[in-house]
């Protein structure tokens, strides 16, 4: 399954190439990309539009992903249940932990696999709109 074109995507990603390669990716996945350089422009932007999804690099030159994740799910209700996933150069050791600890939904590493970049974000879309969808089509 790919986007539906409204559903948007926060990309943080410092790296120039990285963030080009990565938001080419998702456009042509249908996904509305909305990019962030650091962790500043991100919280900025979350707090603007509410993204259906967050995905964000550890390494940042203002705050680490960690900081970030933590910041982001204090932002408020939706935000604190969207899901959010690391992609970084670092292996699942520490950094991991610390990344799940702070409310990271999804743990990837670079290089980065597209076809497994592109089937989790399918899969924690479609759990997320499972999680969110009314009960019995009513709204609370």
Do not use: W
């Not at 909305?34 to 539009?49: F, V």
């Amino acid at each position: 399954m790919v986007g539906s074109g409204n559903q948007s995507i926060l990309l943080v990603e410092d790296y120039k190439d990285s963030r080009e390669m990565i938001r080419l990716l998702l456009e042509d996945l249908n996904y509305r990309v909305l990019e962030a350089r650091n962790g500043k422009e991100a919280l900025d932007i979350a707090s603007t539009e509410t993204p259906d999804l967050v995905l964000t690099d550890f390494n940042l030159p203002d705050i680490d992903g960690t900081t970030l994740i933590k910041r982001l799910r204090k932002l408020g209700d939706k935000i604190s249940r969207i899901p959010i996933v690391m992609l970084t150069a670092h292996d699942r050791g520490e950094i991991y932990e610390m990344a799940m600890a702070a409310g990271c939904t999804a743990f990837l590493t670079k290089p980065t696999n597209f076809g497994v970049l592109e089937e989790t974000i399918d899969t924690l879309l479609e759990e997320s709109r499972e999680l969110n969808r009314p009960l019995n089509g009513m709204s609370h």
